[in-house]
C-alpha cells in the first residue's frame, strides 16, 4: 500500500499511477525476513524504465533469492519532484515505501548518456550523498550496469561499484560477499575491496588517474592490489540463463507495454558504429522451446496480447521460422500477437512474409544508415540498395505500405553527396510502392527516414574518430531537408545539442565528475528530454569546472592514447578494432562472424571457441 503521507499528494501531480505501486506481479516481502535490500533505479520515467528489459530480468531474478527484496525506483517528474522537495518526502521504493537510503543497495542501469544527470537528482532526492567518498560506512553501496558502463569514468565520483556486462551471476556473487561482511561486522571499504576480486566488478576508488600537460591521461594505477584490467562478466550458456515467467504489469501505459522474449544476445554483424554489436559479444541462442515456453507463461501471468522478440538483429536468429511455428501455434487461437524489431534488409524472406501475415501488422523499420554504397562499406553495413529495393518490394507485395528508415549523419569521411543519397533512398523505395500492380487501391505508401547523429562509442572501431562540430551538424541537416522532394516522405532528426553532449560523456574521463555535479547544482535532470535539456546550463557548468567539452567530442585519438577505458576489458580486443578502423578508411567490408571468424578476441569469454561458430 501506498504510504498515506504521499498518497494525499498524488491528486497534485499528473500521473500519479507513476508513484503508487501495487502493480499485478510487483513483490512485497516481510523487512524482517530479508538480508538484503536492494533498490533498483532506472534513472528516467517510469514508462521508460518499466519498459526496460533488463530491469524486468533482474527484478525478478533477485527477488527469487528468499532473503533478497528487490524494489524499483523511477525518477519522479518534475511535478512530483518539487511535490517531494516541499513535503520533505524522500525518493522511495515502489514496493514499501521505504526512502532509498535506507536499502543496502542502490543500483542504477545506465543505458544512455543523458540520463547521467538523473542518477545525481535522485540520490539527492533519496537523501544520499553524493560523493562516494564521503559516505558513511553504513551508506547504501552505489551500483551502476548497463551499456554505459563499459567507460564508466564519468561516473566515477559518485559510484562505489560498476558492474561490467551482465548482471545475473555476478550479482548473486555481490550478494553472497555482502552476507558474509554483514556477518563478520560491515567495514564499507573492506567490502569494496574484496567485492574487486569478483570477475566483472570495477571499483574505481581503488584507481588513481594521472594527466599529461596536453590533457591526455598518462597512467592509470590500481591500489591495494587490485586488478590491472576488469573484464565484463557474461552467461555462458544463453539458453539456461534466468527465464522469466512474469513480469509487473504496470496500470498506466508504458512506451513498449507488451511480452518481450529475448531470442539471444550479441551480434553477428559488426556495424563500425554499433557500440552494442561489439560490447554484447559473443553471441548466444535460446532454443526455440525455451523462448516459446517463456513467452506463452508471461501472456499467461499478465493478460499481454502482444509478444516482442527482442535482439540486436532478429532475422540472424538462426531458428526464426521453427520459433514462429511454434508460436502461431497458439498465439493465433488467442489473438496474441508477435512483433519481431531489429529486422535487417537482407533477413526480410517471403517465407518470413507469410509467418508476419498471420499476425498484426504494423510498419516496417529498416536501418540503412548510410545513403550511398561507399558509405555503408565504411560502416561495414554489408546491405546494398538491391537488397533494400527487393527487400521493400517483398513487404508491398504482403500488404505493407509504411516503412522507417533509420540512418546516420556524421559518420567518418561522410560528404554532402553521402547526405543527399539518404533522400535518393528514401524516393527509391517509394517508388517500389508504385511499381507494385497488386498494391492497395487508394492507400498511399508512407515512408518515414529518421536521421541521428554518429556519436563515437568506446569498444567500436570509430572510438577514435572526432564527432562533427554542432554547425556542421546543422548544415548537413540542411543539406538532407533540401534533397527530399516528395510529400511521401517524412524526415526527422536528433537534435545536434543533444548528440553533442552524448558524445562528451561518451569518451570522456573522471574529469568530468566536476562537470555533472556542477550542472546538477544548476539544476539539469531529464536531458533526454527535449523540453528539459538546456546545452547552455551545461556550457556554463564546463566553464565554471575549466574543461573544454570539445576536447572529448570533436578531436581525433591517436591509437597510442590512453583511453578512458582502456582497464576495461570487453571482450573484444584493441587491435581487432584498429585492424577495423583501418578498413574503413579502405572503404572495405568485413565478413560477419557466420560466414568468417574475424578473430576479434570475444571468443576468450567462451574458453577459446566462439558459440556463433559451435
Not at 182 to 204: C, H, Q, S, T, W
Not at 255 to 270: A, L, M, Q, S, Y
Not at 285 to 314: A, F, H, V
Not at 603 to 613: E, P, Q
Request: charged share 30%.
Amino acid at each position: 500500500m501506498i504510504r498515506p503521507d504521499i498518497k494525499k499528494h498524488l491528486l497534485k501531480v499528473q500521473k500519479p499511477g507513476r508513484y503508487t505501486g501495487g502493480e499485478l506481479n510487483s513483490v512485497i516481502k516481510n523487512k524482517d525476513d530479508v538480508n538484503i535490500r536492494f533498490a533498483f533505479c532506472f534513472p528516467d520515467s517510469y514508462e521508460i524504465g518499466m519498459s526496460h528489459l533488463g530491469m524486468k530480468i533482474l527484478y525478478s531474478l533477485y527477488n527469487d533469492v528468499p532473503d533478497v527484496w528487490c524494489e524499483r525506483v523511477f525518477a519522479p517528474w518534475t511535478d512530483m519532484e518539487a511535490v517531494m522537495r516541499e513535503h520533505s518526502i524522500p525518493l522511495y521504493g515502489l514496493e514499501s515505501g521505504d526512502p532509498i537510503s535506507d536499502f543496502d543497495f542502490i543500483g542504477f542501469t545506465m543505458q544512455y548518456e543523458m540520463s547521467y544527470s538523473n542518477v545525481l537528482n535522485m540520490l539527492e532526492l533519496g537523501g544520499v550523498e553524493l560523493l562516494a567518498d564521503r559516505r558513511a560506512n553504513d551508506a547504501p553501496i552505489i551500483v551502476c550496469g548497463g551499456p554505459c558502463v563499459c567507460n564508466p569514468e564519468p561516473l566515477a565520483d559518485f559510484v562505489d561499484i560498476f558492474s561490467l556486462g551482465e548482471g545475473e551471476e555476478v550479482s548473486i556473487e555481490m550478494f553472497d560477499l555482502y552476507r558474509r561482511c554483514k556477518e563478520e561486522g560491515f567495514d564499507r571499504n573492506k567490502f569494496l575491496r574484496m567485492a574487486a576480486d569478483i570477475p566483472g566488478l570495477y571499483v574505481p576508488s581503488l584507481y588513481d588517474v594521472t594527466y599529461g600537460e596536453d590533457g591526455t591521461i598518462a597512467a592509470f594505477t590500481p591500489r591495494d592490489g587490485a586488478p590491472a584490467t576488469i573484464r565484463k562478466r557474461i552467461v555462458q550458456d544463453f539458453d539456461k540463463a534466468y527465464k522469466l515467467d512474469r513480469i509487473v504489469v504496470p496500470q498506466i501505459e508504458i512506451v513498449h507495454d507488451r511480452v518481450v522474449g529475448e531470442i539471444f544476445r550479441g551480434c553477428i554483424r559488426g556495424c563500425r558504429f554499433c557500440q552494442a554489436g561489439y560490447i554484447y559479444r559473443p553471441v548466444r541462442e535460446r532454443k526455440p522451446d525455451t523462448i516459446n515456453e517463456m513467452c506463452r507463461d508471461m501472456c499467461m501471468n499478465t493478460g499481454y496480447d502482444e509478444i516482442s522478440l527482442s535482439s540486436l538483429s532478429s532475422s540472424d536468429y538462426t531458428q526464426l521460422s521453427p520459433l514462429l511455428d511454434k508460436l502461431l501455434s497458439w498465439t493465433e487461437d488467442n489473438k496474441v500477437s508477435i512483433s519481431l524489431p531489429s529486422l535487417r534488409v537482407d533477413g526480410f524472406s517471403s517465407e518470413l512474409t507469410e509467418k508476419l501475415r498471420k499476425v498484426r501488422k504494423g510498419g516496417l523499420t529498416f536501418a540503412p544508415e548510410a545513403g550511398t554504397q561507399r558509405l555503408r562499406d565504411v560502416i561495414n553495413k554489408n546491405v546494398t540498395e538491391k537488397e533494400l529495393y527487393n527487400t521493400c518490394r517483398t513487404a508491398f507485395m504482403g500488404g505493407w505500405n509504411s516503412v522507417k528508415l533509420y540512418f546516420m549523419l556524421g559518420l567518418p569521411t561522410e560528404t554532402d553527396e553521402d547526405v543527399q543519397g539518404i533522400a535518393k533512398l528514401a524516393q527509391m523505395v517509394v517508388d517500389t510502392y508504385y511499381e507494385n500492380p497488386d498494391r492497395p487501391k487508394g492507400k498511399a505508401v508512407s515512408v518515414s527516414a529518421s536521421a541521428s547523429t554518429f556519436v563515437p562509442k568506446p569498444f567500436t572501431p570509430f572510438q577514435w574518430e572526432p564527432q562533427i562540430t554542432i554547425d556542421e551538424i546543422h548544415r548537413r541537416q540542411k543539406v538532407l531537408q533540401t534533397s527530399v522532394t516528395s510529400r511521401k516522405i517524412s524526415l526527422s532528426w536528433h537534435d545536434a545539442n543533444t548528440s553533442f553532449l552524448e558524445a562528451v560523456f561518451a569518451r570522456g574521463d573522471r574529469r568530468l565528475g566536476a562537470v555533472l555535479l556542477r550542472a546538477h547544482e544548476l539544476g539539469c535532470r531529464f536531458d533526454s528530454w527535449e523540453e528539459f535539456f538546456d546545452l547552455d546550463v551545461w556550457r556554463k557548468a564546463f566553464a565554471d569546472c575549466g574543461i573544454d567539452p570539445e576536447f572529448y567530442s570533436c578531436r581525433a585519438r591517436s591509437y597510442d592514447e590512453i583511453l578512458p577505458w582502456d582497464h576495461i576489458d570487453f571482450g573484444v580486443t584493441k587491435e581487432f578494432l584498429i585492424r577495423e578502423r583501418e578498413k574503413s578508411l579502405r572503404a572495405e567490408t568485413t565478413p560477419h562472424c557466420r560466414e568468417k571468424c574475424s578473430a576479434c578476441g570475444a571468443a576468450d569469454l567462451t574458453g577459446g571457441k566462439c558459440s556463433v561458430l559451435n
